[in-house]
Nanobody
Framework: QVQLVESGGGLVQAGGSLRLSCAASGRTFLSYTMGWFRQAPGNEREFVAAISRSGVLIYYADSVKGRFTISRDNAKNTVYLQMNSLKSEDTAVYYC??????????????????WGQGTQVTVSS
């Protein structure tokens, strides 16, 4: 069992940056692939990025590639999402998720067992 708490969301102008953090409780953080998903009003939850247990394997959605960076600090039980060059279409609630390693489908939300409560990111144009 792992509990996830996101932080770092907020309001930013287009072109700006934000860094999201997701702190995990429990001693098994290293066991999990960690992912970030987002959901905008009226849309389905969509994959943003994921990182393997060791941090060697990293995946991004095409829409954020080159702008977002996922990383993890296993000593701090924390995963991060650095978001640069933000666009209005990045506005959404961002969720942190933990899943088995390897996940069945790394980009699929059904592959993840644990979720945080979400943090709102709003990008004004």
């Amino acid at each position: 069992q792992v509990q996830l708490v996101e932080s770092g969301g907020g309001l930013v102008q287009a072109g700006g940056s934000l860094r999201l953090s997701c702190a995990a409780s429990g001693r098994t953080f290293l066991s999990y692939t960690m992912g970030w998903f987002r959901q905008a009003p009226g849309n389905e939850r969509e994959f943003v990025a994921a990182i393997s247990r060791s941090g060697v394997l990293i995946y991004y959605a095409d829409s954020v590639k080159g702008r977002f960076t996922i990383s993890r600090d296993n000593a701090k039980n924390t995963v991060y999402l650095q978001m640069n060059s933000l666009k209005s279409e990045d506005t959404a609630v961002y969720y942190c998720a933990a899943g088995p390693s390897p996940p069945k489908v790394v980009t699929g939300s059904a592959s993840y067992d644990y979720w945080g409560q979400g943090t709102q990111v709003t990008v004004s144009s």
